[in-house]
């Protein structure tokens, strides 16, 4: 009982849940803006270093979201094999896959943020009983690809995608260094009890919670929908 209830009180730590919204929002306003850019409504490039560090803010969200929970899910007893979740981030990884292969064949996802974020789980889990030494392995790994180039493999990238017929340019790609450490320093914010803390009971805060709460679903139908109501609008302006 002592179990089940633990389980229960960290799927439903509202902080953790807003904590993963706010991802998800930042990723709806980005995604929305590549949709107003590519029907012509705003014009700019996602090279620019706002977009860019944009990105880098979601992807830190979400990453970190994912070691913070796995520590909360491994903390009483450390399990390896794959579970129910583990599951239904593979197939949405496998969905998005096929989804932008059959749309768009040049550009398909081959490795996404959920690609990684599955591969990621697996190894954050080890370490995820071990939050300090977990966020120092993965500082360590942060601070060395930012000031040498000791983890960085130019000819890496270039290589599996000629070895394995894959398109040169994809929608979307999430290399594992450094983002691996950003999932290892995850574990420090549930050591440090952060899904404790309270939040403000108001309805930007209680949205949030929401969409945390289903994070995976919204990233499978927001692109869809928010591409619909552009492309929707642009025929509506232009008849």
């Keep these: ?12 730590s509202l902080f953790l849940d807003a904590y993963r919204g706010l991802a ?15 029907f012509g409504f705003i014009s700019f490039s996602f090279s620019d270093p706002f977009w860019v560090d944009f990105r880098r803010l979601i992807v830190t969200l979400f990453l970190t979201a994912v070691g ?3 520590y909360l899910s491994n903390r009483r007893s450390l399990r390896l094999v794959i579970w129910q979740r583990d599951i239904k981030v593979l197939l949405a990884a496998t969905l998005i896959s096929l989804g932008t292969y059959l749309a768009l064949p040049d550009h398909w996802i081959f490795f996404g943020i959920l690609h990684f974020i599955f591969l990621a789980t697996f190894l954050v889990r080890p370490l995820s009983r071990y939050p300090i030494i977990s966020s120092l ?5 942060l601070v060395i690809h930012s000031e040498t180039t000791w983890l960085h493999f130019p000819n890496l ?11 040169h340019q994809t929608l979307d790609i999430l290399f594992p260094l ?3 450490g950003v999932v290892l320093i995850g574990p420090l914010l549930g050591y440090l009890n952060w899904h404790q803390c309270p939040l403000p009971n108001h309805f930007l805060s209680r ?3 929401i969409m945390g709460r289903f994070a995976l679903p919204i990233y499978l139908v927001h692109q869809v929908i928010l591409f619909a109501l552009v492309a929707f609008t642009k025929i509506v302006l232009s008849s």
């Design 178 to 180: 450094p983002w691996i």
């Design 207 to 209: 949205l949030l919670s």
């Design 157 to 167: 990238f270039p290589s599996i995608v000629h070895q394995l017929n894959l398109p």
């Design 24 to 38: 998800v929002l930042l990723m709806m306003i980005f995604h929305f803006c590549w949709d107003l850019g590519n």
């Design 137 to 141: 392995i993965g500082s360590a790994i």
């Design 68 to 70: 913070w929970s796995t």
């Design 1 to 12: 009982m002592s179990a089940h209830s633990d389980a229960l009180t960290v799927s439903r």
